[in-house]
């Protein structure tokens, strides 16, 4: 059964959705922000023998297909990973591998995958938000959720999540993230 939970930020609706898709996962959530949308999935596994850290994957997954192009002639596949998936994935790598409970020596995968692309508003806070909303469903010893926001200096006006368009004008561009009150592994 799918639930759906939606609020009003700024001008734009972000909403949250799980139950619907990816129901092998761990954990699975859809969040949509605008027209743009993203799959996050959490899955675990039991640790290796002798490990003694955390293996985090986090993965974005950048279709093309989300921007309405699709591959043709010569290069019929998807390439490399581009450089704002990987900003991407290690925006989300950095709050939330702190709220894993220290000890905790599974391996833990999260994909994030762009479904859709409105060329408006950028999929790396909806990403992150996804991200963070898989590892809870998932079950896993999280200290979570972590909750994230882009803030954007526009005219001397602080914008919450402004578009791409915005940003070209922004004298400042922060995101946020916030998690668990006291963090539960060193990052140091």
């Known amino acids: 059964m799918a639930t759906t939970l939606s609020r009003e930020f700024g001008n734009t609706t972000l909403s949250f959705e799980t139950g619907r898709m990816a129901r092998l996962a ?15 999935t959490c899955v675990s596994s039991n640790p290796r023998e002798g490990i003694d850290f955390f293996p985090l994957t986090i993965d ?13 002639s010569f290069f019929r596949r998807e390439g490399r990973p581009s450089e704002t998936a990987i900003l991407t994935a290690r925006l989300v790598d950095r709050p939330l591998r702190p709220t894993f409970r ?15 692309a409105d060329m408006a508003n950028p999929y790396d806070i909806p990403g992150m938000n996804a991200a963070s909303l898989a590892t809870c469903l998932a079950g896993l010893p999280f200290d979570g959720p972590v909750g ?18 915005q940003l070209d004008d922004a004298t400042f561009d922060i995101v946020v993230a916030d998690g668990a009150t006291t963090p539960a592994r060193s990052t140091s």
Do not use: C, S
């Open 102 to 116: 220290d000890g905790y020596h599974d391996e833990v995968q999260v994909i994030i995958t762009v479904l859709g």
């Open 60 to 72: 974005v997954e950048e279709r093309m297909y989300a921007a309405g192009k699709i591959p043709g």
């Open 148 to 165: 994230a926001v882009r803030m954007g200096m526009i005219g001397g006006e602080w914008i919450t999540n402004p578009t791409f368009q």
């Open 26 to 40: 761990d954990g699975a959530a859809v969040v949509t922000y605008g027209e743009t949308q993203v799959l996050a």
